[in-house]
Nanobody, 124 residues
Framework: QVQLVESGGGLVQAGGSLRLSCAAS????????MGWFRQAPGKEREFVAA????????VYADSVKGRFTISRDNAKNTVYLQMNSLKPEDTAVYYC?????????????????WGQGTQVTASS
């Protein structure tokens, strides 16, 4: 059984930085793409970033491009999301997810395992 556990969320002032981690267990981690999604109160879950199984390909939502960086360490079965220049509109619960394929994907239906989420709050 695949398990994903996020950590690193918290409260930060606008303009600050946080790094989220997602530790995976129970599967062939390096085979599958991983993604980060977020959900703000009263809004639908939205795509943030994704990375291929090898780490060689990444995709980002336009809203975070240039501010967020996704990376992975396959030796540690961990994926990261470095978030810089945080804005109040980045406030949300952030979820990591494992894709059904090796290439990065933007749609939630392309992911079959999800973590429990970690809260990120950027105050103005």
């Amino acid at each position: 059984q695949v398990q994903l556990v996020e950590s690193g969320g918290g409260l930060v002032q606008a303009g600050g930085s946080l790094r989220l981690s997602c530790a995976a267990s129970g599967g062939f981690f390096s085979i599958y793409a991983m993604g980060w999604f977020r959900q703000a109160p009263g809004k639908e879950r939205e795509f943030v970033a994704a990375i291929s199984g090898s780490g060689g390909m990444t995709v980002y939502a336009d809203s975070v491009k240039g501010r967020f960086t996704i990376s992975r360490d396959n030796a540690k079965n961990t994926v990261y999301l470095q978030m810089n220049s945080l804005k109040p509109e980045d406030t949300a619960v952030y979820y990591c997810a494992r894709s059904t394929a090796a290439v990065p994907a933007k749609f939630s239906w392309e992911y079959n395992y999800w973590g429990q989420g970690t809260q990120v709050t950027a105050s103005s």
